[in-house]
């Protein structure tokens, strides 16, 4: 797509990039455009419609015909203007850290109805990512003590920047480590855990999306064997974690509820065991209570 020497107005060049994007099969192509183009101009996607008929100088175009190109090539758009939008709030994102799903505000939104009524709770989010649900947390409860902890320094550092950005820092301790291994010596016990592992099943890793596949941190998405690696790991040990009927919440795969519910009822260590559904009303998430 080579449109610099082409005097261009904001209508134009919507239309030719719209229309490129949809040759190459690129989803939502209108929406990508006017994202990609708001973001060059830093302005609103509703601005560009202000101004439609206004011309566009080379370094505008050249800039936004590279973006146009990186998401050719299958680079999510989240990524490319380094943001996603969640609980309502903007975070930064890069190839570090998974890209927030909109079903992961079910489970925080389910977890924050179980504590809100716990003055100064203690939480912990275990894999943190992008911090996503500690800084949602953080801004929802501003009196609860807040853990967040992932394997992944780089990840811990947009994790960081988004604490500042929306200024919990200060309600946030961020902690590096594999799941429980950096919490053995600090003798602490939770009155919530929150935790979105990987849980993409290893077997169906190579079918993903390629724009998942070859972006996405694989880290965040392989969870091993059936998916559950790391999920039987959490339950394992989570009731040593939790106080007495301190609740978990773990997301997942639809296909692996069960097994996760009946993991859980095994330890004997929890009641209240349940699933809940996500927006298009599967089975997304487990809660449990400590007993």
């Given at each position: ?32 455009a ?35 190109q990186r ?8 990524y ?6 969640f ?33 100064g ?89 390629k ?69 298009s ?11």
């Amino acid at each position: 797509m080579n449109l610099t020497n082409i005097p261009l107005t904001i209508k134009d060049i919507l239309a030719s990039s719209t229309q490129y994007l949809k040759n190459k099969d690129i989803d939502n192509p209108r929406l990508t455009a006017e994202i990609l183009l708001s973001f060059v101009l830093g302005v609103e996607r509703q601005t560009l419609y202000i101004n439609y008929h206004k011309k566009l100088d080379k370094e505008v175009i050249q800039n936004y015909c590279s973006l146009i190109q990186r998401r050719i090539r299958g680079e999510p758009i989240q990524y490319i203007i380094g943001k996603k939008e969640f609980w309502a709030l903007e975070f930064d994102v890069s190839p570090s850290v998974l890209i927030p799903r909109p079903e992961t505000e079910i489970l925080v939104e389910h977890a924050i109805m179980a504590i809100k009524d716990t003055k100064g709770a203690h939480i912990l989010d275990l894999g943190t990512g992008s911090g996503v649900i500690a800084i949602t947390m953080a801004k929802e409860l501003p009196d609860a003590k807040i853990w967040a902890l992932d394997i992944s320094m780089e990840a811990i550092g947009v994790a960081i920047h988004n604490a500042k950005k929306h200024g919990v820092l200060n309600s946030i301790r961020f902690i590096r480590g594999d799941l429980w291994e950096p919490l053995r010596c600090m003798d602490l016990q939770f009155h919530l855990i929150v935790t979105n592992p990987p849980y993409i099943p290893r077997e169906d890793y190579e079918q993903l999306p390629k724009e998942i596949k070859d972006w996405e941190p694989r880290i965040a998405l392989n969870g091993g064997a059936g998916g559950l690696s790391l999920i039987k790991r959490i339950i394992k040990e989570a009731a040593n974690f939790l106080l007495p009927n301190g609740s978990i919440f773990i997301e997942m795969s639809p296909q692996q509820v069960n097994s996760a519910i009946e993991l859980l009822k095994k330890t004997n260590r929890f009641h209240s065991v349940e699933g809940i559904t996500d927006y298009s009303h599967q089975l997304r998430i487990v809660k449990a209570c400590r007993i």
